[in-house]
């Protein structure tokens, strides 16, 4: 079965950059694509971005364009979430999520607290 | 961006009674060519990752009780508990694909 697993939890100061990993599992890595969806509490998900594993397509969300890198390394069927410039507004549970248009596996999730 | 309003922000129903969650879009999430809408419904408990429900506007994931159904269309879509079990308490999202990805700001579903 398909199996999502995140990076721990990360407390940050402003300014700075976190990167996240998702470990896949279960399934064949290049086939589905990978995407990035946080949430911050009490709120709904907001999508970030999009990446095939299988070629060195990407899209961001306009929100997130100039801040968001998305990579990975199929060797070790891994996808990452790197956020620069973070500000306390950026605090929130970061999941990846497989799927084209609807997503139907997620991770656990990554709490990013951002805080001076 | 398309935003995505649900209605209510939450409900409280009895155990076995029906449950009816509302999502409007802001423009058409309909596309013409294939007659599909380009909606999507979750749950999340809390603590866990949203769980897909249903997709197309109406069809659902495999594994998920057909007491869950979708309908609409266009702008207007609507998710319903047809009888509510204890383990449906959870919020619910919509979310539409048919120009970026846009989620709705939730509905929490209660035992009255």
């Known amino acids: 079965q398909v199996q999502l697993v995140q990076s721990g939890a990360e407390v940050k100061k402003p300014g700075a950059s976190v990167k996240v990993s998702c470990k896949a599992s279960?399934?064949?890595?290049?086939?589905?694509?990978i995407n990035w969806v946080r949430q911050a509490t009490g709120q709904g998900p907001e999508w970030m971005g999009w990446?095939?594993?299988?070629?060195?397509?990407?899209g961001y969300a306009q929100k997130f364009q100039g801040r968001v890198t998305m990579t990975r390394n199929t060797s070790i069927t891994t996808a990452y979430m790197e956020l620069s410039s973070l500000r306390s507004e950026d605090t929130a549970v970061y999941y990846c999520?497989?799927?084209?248009?609807?997503?139907?596996?997620w991770g656990q999730g990554t709490l990013v607290t951002v805080s001076s | 961006d398309i935003v995505m309003t649900q209605s209510p922000d939450s409900l409280a129903v009895s155990l076995g009674a029906r449950a009816t969650i509302n999502c409007k879009s802001s423009q058409s999430v309909l596309y013409s060519s294939n007659n599909k809408n380009y909606l999507a419904w979750y749950q999340q408990k809390p603590g866990q990752p949203p769980k897909l429900l249903i997709y197309?506007?109406?069809t659902r994931e495999s594994g998920v009780p057909d007491r869950f159904s979708g309908s609409g269309s266009g702008t207007d879509f609507t998710l319903t508990i047809s009888s509510l079990r204890a383990e449906d308490v959870a919020v619910y999202y919509c979310?539409?694909?048919?120009?970026?990805?846009?989620f709705g700001g939730g509905t929490k579903v209660e035992i009255k």
């Open positions: 197309w506007a109406s």
């Open positions: 979310q539409q694909y048919y120009s970026g990805l846009t």
């Open positions: 279960g399934y064949t890595f290049a086939n589905y694509h």
């Open positions: 999520a497989t799927g084209n248009l609807w997503f139907d596996s």
């Open positions: 990446m095939n594993p299988n070629s060195d397509n990407i």
